[in-house]
């Protein structure tokens, strides 16, 4: 069974609205740069390239790798910690995609796909109750939104794949994959 996730051009116009910081010199990281010039001096929109050509291709290692670089230079960015974690996730490696799951709900913790992904993955490690706290998280969305929101969809979506995860349980690893859609 397999799902689909969709990630609009908003998240990545989002995740890369400030334009890189260069330093007064016009230096972006030679010379007498300090760590902190060297930083702002970063452009993820490369980085971000890389990780969805890499995710669109399958190669989700190299796509994990790409967003990681993003993750440690925005660390506070929940879309970047979310691509992160459907990364490891469509590695199969859900223990390390909890992580950028949780960091991501941190920063946004009305973010449907990390909280459904997160749901998956504590699932599939065989973490009902982890598993069930994001069920109800997505059911109070779900009341809140009272089927008349935007997302309405994609929660009540999201609530039958935690749902069907927390009943097929850890013998059911590898059985999802998720599927992001990059701008």
């Given at each position: 069974m397999h799902y689909r996730s969709s990630f609009g051009l908003f998240a990545a116009c989002?995740?890369?609205?400030?334009p890189p910081a260069v330093a007064a010199d016009g230096?972006?990281?030679?010379?007498?740069?300090?760590?902190?010039?060297i930083a702002?001096?970063?452009?993820?929109?490369?980085?971000?390239?890389?990780?969805?050509?890499?995710?669109?291709?399958?190669?989700?290692?190299?796509?994990?790798?790409?967003?990681r670089k993003i993750v440690a230079a925005v660390p506070k960015n929940p879309q970047a910690n979310?691509?992160?974690?459907?990364?490891?996730?469509?590695?199969?490696?859900?223990?390390r995609a909890v992580k950028p799951f949780e960091t991501a709900l941190r920063y946004d913790e009305k973010m449907i796909d990390a909280r459904r992904d997160l749901g998956i993955?504590?699932?599939?490690?065989?973490?009902t109750e982890?598993?069930?706290?994001?069920?109800?998280?997505?059911?109070?969305?779900?009341?809140?939104?009272?089927?008349?929101?935007?997302n309405a969809a994609k929660?009540?979506?999201?609530?039958?794949?935690?749902?069907?995860?927390?009943?097929?349980g850890p013998q059911a690893q590898g059985w999802v994959e998720p599927e992001?859609?990059?701008a």
């Open positions: 989002a995740l890369f609205a400030a230096d972006v990281g030679g010379g007498g740069s300090t760590p902190d010039q702002a001096a970063y452009d993820p929109t490369a980085d971000y390239q890389a990780g969805a050509d890499a995710y669109a291709t399958g190669d989700y290692a190299a796509a994990a790798k790409a967003f979310y691509l992160l974690g459907a990364s490891l996730m469509a590695q199969g490696d859900y223990a993955a504590q699932a599939t490690l065989g973490k982890k598993a069930t706290e994001q069920l109800a998280a997505l059911k109070a969305l779900q009341e809140a939104c009272g089927g008349i929101c935007a929660i009540t979506d999201g609530i039958a794949r935690i749902e069907a995860a927390i009943a097929a992001v859609r990059l």
